[in-house]
């Protein structure tokens, strides 16, 4: 059974940087699509960056418009960890920050798709 654990969050001033752990035991990541998802207080879930399962070579990621420039996800597989860095914050960026895995997942950004999650981690971007 795969198990996901976040770390990294915080308290950060807006400009500020953090980068955020996903952190997998049970089985590799290589296989599974890894996907972090942000819920601010009163809105949904959303999707802001994702890495598709691997396609035999590389892993393929996509970005929500508001984390495009700003975030950059990333693997490291010796660790089985997944990794989202976020730099230039804004107040906006304030939320608890999720991460989920899809097995064989092509990378999307709708919750529904993603069966495994981790416990989350909250981010607060203020001055």
């Known amino acids: 059974q795969l198990r996901l654990v976040e770390s990294g969050g915080g308290l950060v001033p807006p400009g500020g940087s953090l980068r955020l752990s996903c952190a997998a035991s049970?089985?590799?990541?290589?296989?599974?699509?890894i996907a972090w998802f942000r819920q601010a207080p009163g809105k949904e879930r959303e999707g802001v960056s994702c890495?598709?399962?691997?396609?035999?070579?590389?892993?393929?990621?996509y970005y929500a418009d508001s984390a495009k420039g700003r975030y950059t996800i990333s693997r490291d597989n010796a660790k089985n960890t997944v990794y989202l860095q976020m730099n230039s914050l804004k107040p906006e960026d304030t939320g608890v920050y999720y991460c989920?895995?899809?097995?064989w997942g092509s990378g999307v950004f709708s919750p529904a798709e993603y069966d495994f999650w981790g416990q989350g981690t909250q981010v607060t971007v203020s001055s």
């Open positions: 989920a895995a899809d097995l």
């Open positions: 049970g089985t590799t990541l290589n296989y599974y699509a």
């Open positions: 890495s598709s399962a691997t396609d035999g070579t590389t892993h393929s990621t």
